[in-house]
Structures are given as structure tokens and as C-alpha cells.
Nanobody, 119 residues
Framework: QVQLVESGGGLAQAGGSLRLSCTASGSISSIGAMGWYRQAPGKELVVMITHDNITNYADSVKGRFTISRDNAKNTVYLQMNSLKPEDTAVYYC???????????????WGKGTLVTVSE
């Protein structure tokens, strides 16, 4: 079994920063893409992904959010700066994980961590 566990969410003021972490554990051979997404009610889906040192960000977070990963720790991070109230959402971590014996990776998701940004 593979599990993804997020941490680091919480309350921040507008203009502040938070850092999210997500660690994959279990029977893992390797991990391909890792990333984050959020979708607040009535808001657009925002996706941030990193794979092979290439990162992609939704336009709404470019220049404010930075995704990085520590492959040795099976961990992906999301540094969020200059937070805005519209960044309020549950942030979910995802990863494409290869388990021993599988020829292809499978997508796994965490349960999410709530980020609330106040005015």
C-alpha cells in the first residue's frame, strides 16, 4: 500500500507564507510526477506539478508559489508566498508511484490539508 500524507496547512494572513509538505510511504520502487492541486467551491482547479525537474504552475499562482521535491525522502513541498484570501482551499497532494512488480505507475492522492488565508 502507498500512502501520501500532507502537512503544513493552517491559517495565514494575506501577504503571509505557508509551506506544505507531502510524503509518500509504503512499497515504492520509484515516483514519477508529484504535485499539488486545489479546488475551492466555485473556483477554478489549480494544479502544480513537478517531474524530472520540470515544474508547471497555474497562472494564478505563478511567481508566488514554488514546488520542490526531495527524492530521497519521497517528499514534495509547496512554498506559498504572498498569500491571498482566494488561495483559501483544501490542498491535495498527488504522485505517480511505481510499486515493485508493476510495469507502470499509478496515481495516488493524499487526504488534503486546509489552507485558510484571512484578509
Amino acid at each position: 500500500q502507498v500512502q501520501l500524507v500532507e502537512s503544513g496547512g493552517g491559517l495565514a494572513q494575506a501577504g503571509g507564507s505557508l509551506r506544505l509538505s507531502c510524503t509518500a510511504s509504503g512499497s515504492i520502487s520509484s515516483i514519477g510526477a508529484m504535485g499539488w492541486y486545489r479546488q475551492a467551491p466555485g473556483k477554478e482547479l489549480v494544479v502544480m506539478i513537478t517531474h524530472d525537474n520540470i515544474t508547471n504552475y497555474a497562472d494564478s499562482v505563478k511567481g508566488r508559489f514554488t514546488i520542490s521535491r526531495d527524492n530521497a525522502k519521497n517528499t514534495v513541498y509547496l512554498q506559498m508566498n504572498s498569500l491571498k484570501p482566494e488561495d483559501t482551499a483544501v490542498y491535495y497532494c498527488g504522485a505517480n508511484v511505481y510499486v515493485p512488480g508493476d510495469a507502470y505507475g499509478r496515481n495516488y492522492w493524499g487526504k488534503g490539508t486546509l489552507v485558510t488565508v484571512s484578509e
